[in-house]
């Protein structure tokens, strides 16, 4: 959807990439070297959103601008954000999660905007979908979205993810939960928890980090980290969570949160393994039409 309204779009991409064993942001998966992301941004400029702001770490940011903003799409204007990581406790290496990534681009955001990561497809429905919320007249600022995906399409057959699991009244968002460990047993999807498999509903909504908000959120963020911070000081685990900050917010009624249902199914690097089935999604959706096969320039 094309429109005189100015969006951008965040792109998360300062992880660590634990459980992946390295920088997933900067490894190919395209037939000419094409990285995830450049597929995300692809379908974010054909959507509509004319920024991007990047948040990236600031010891590879000459290699990502290299891969990744030396080919942007026509039309979107990048910005890097650093999500610092100068004022950590012993033990901690990593920044302090996705709410504290979206705090550090508040410098170069003041429009709508949408959250997504880096090492995750979302599909372009879903892309699209998120930027006609942004420019849509049909609600205010105080009403924000997430696009919401059902867990059956958002497993990987290569070990546990991580998921808000979402309850979802009359369209909106009431409640999501953090919930780890989330894999496929003997067929089933569900968790582990006291040594006992616990199924989860595989057509419930879950948050996968795609997020709509409006310039507002800043002034929110930086309170509810200022109390984090505080509350858990030294904790090298602690983290500072976008699901988290969304559920305060709806909880103490200061925003609602439209739920907007997609059919996409989620591919993304997670595990190892994940690289293959990405680079098989890919050349699939390359010989459907969906992309060109050569993206970058």
């Known amino acids: 959807m094309k429109s005189n309204i100015q969006t951008a779009i965040v792109i998360m991409a300062a992880g660590m990439g634990s459980r992946y064993g390295g920088l997933k942001q900067l490894d190919p998966v395209g037939p000419n070297g094409e990285l995830l992301i450049h597929y995300t941004l692809y379908d974010a400029a054909r959507a509509g959103f004319s920024r991007v702001v990047f948040v990236i770490r600031k010891d590879f940011e000459s290699e990502f601008i290299d891969r990744i903003g030396r080919h942007m799409p026509e039309g979107l204007m990048a910005a890097y954000a650093h999500q610092d990581v100068t004022d950590l406790p012993e033990g901690r ?4 999660g996705t709410g504290h990534a979206v705090l550090a681009t508040s410098q170069f955001i003041d429009v709508p905007f949408g959250v997504v990561n880096a ?4 599909g372009r429905s879903a892309i699209a979908s998120l930027h006609s919320f942004l420019v849509s007249s049909d609600h205010d600022e105080k009403t924000y979205a997430m696009i919401g995906y059902r867990l059956k399409n958002t497993v990987s057959p290569h070990g546990a993810v991580t998921r808000g699991v979402c309850e979802v009244r009359d369209g909106r968002l009431v409640d999501v939960s953090e919930t780890s460990g989330i894999e496929i047993t003997n067929g089933r999807t569900g968790v582990i928890r006291d040594g006992e498999f616990v199924g989860l509903d595989p057509e419930s909504f879950v948050s996968m ?7 507002n959120i800043f002034g929110h963020l930086e309170s509810l980290y200022r109390s984090f911070r505080e509350t858990v000081r030294d904790d090298p685990k602690a983290e500072f969570l976008i699901p988290e900050v969304v559920k305060t917010l709806i909880t103490e009624k200061i925003v609602r949160v439209k ?7 989620w591919f993304g690097m ?5 690289r293959q089935v990405v680079m098989s999604e890919i050349s699939r959706l390359i010989e459907a039409g969906v992309y060109p096969r050569k993206l970058t320039r």
């Open 93 to 96: 290496k990593k920044p302090w």
């Open 119 to 122: 090492d995750d497809y979302y």
């Open 209 to 215: 980090n795609i997020w709509g908000f409006f310039p």
């Open 259 to 265: 739920v907007i249902n997609t059919a996409e199914r």
């Open 270 to 274: 997670t595990h190892p393994e994940d």
